[in-house]
């Protein structure tokens, strides 16, 4: 049997409260947080990437491209 198997077979056992108790013990062995909805998500390095702070792009726009793409 593998670690992954054992470990299933005792976790599927816990009750609520040895489940509260084993994320506080092993989430700082992972480096993860044990309330999921206190997680922080990351979103990709794209989004917010065209957020200028400008509100005429788009009555600009041959011009902004001819300048080149942040160049």
Same mark, same amino acid.
């Given at each position: 049997?593998?670690?992954?198997?054992? *470990?299933?077979?005792?976790?599927?056992?816990?009750?609520?409260?040895?489940?509260?108790?084993? %994320?506080? *013990?092993?989430?700082?062995?992972?480096?993860?947080?044990?309330?999921?909805?206190?997680? +922080?998500?990351? *979103?990709?390095?794209? +989004?917010?990437?065209?957020?200028?702070?400008?509100? &005429?792009?788009?009555?600009? +726009? &041959? &011009?902004? %491209?001819?300048?080149?793409?942040?160049?």
């Amino acid at each position: 049997m593998t670690a992954w198997e054992r *470990l299933q077979l005792l976790v599927g056992g816990f009750g609520e409260e040895q489940a509260e108790r084993a %994320l506080e *013990l092993l989430s700082p062995l992972i480096g993860a947080d044990a309330q999921p909805s206190q997680q +922080v998500r990351q *979103l990709p390095a794209f +989004v917010g990437i065209g957020d200028s702070g400008r509100s &005429d792009i788009s009555e600009h +726009v &041959d &011009d902004l %491209l001819a300048g080149g793409f942040g160049e």
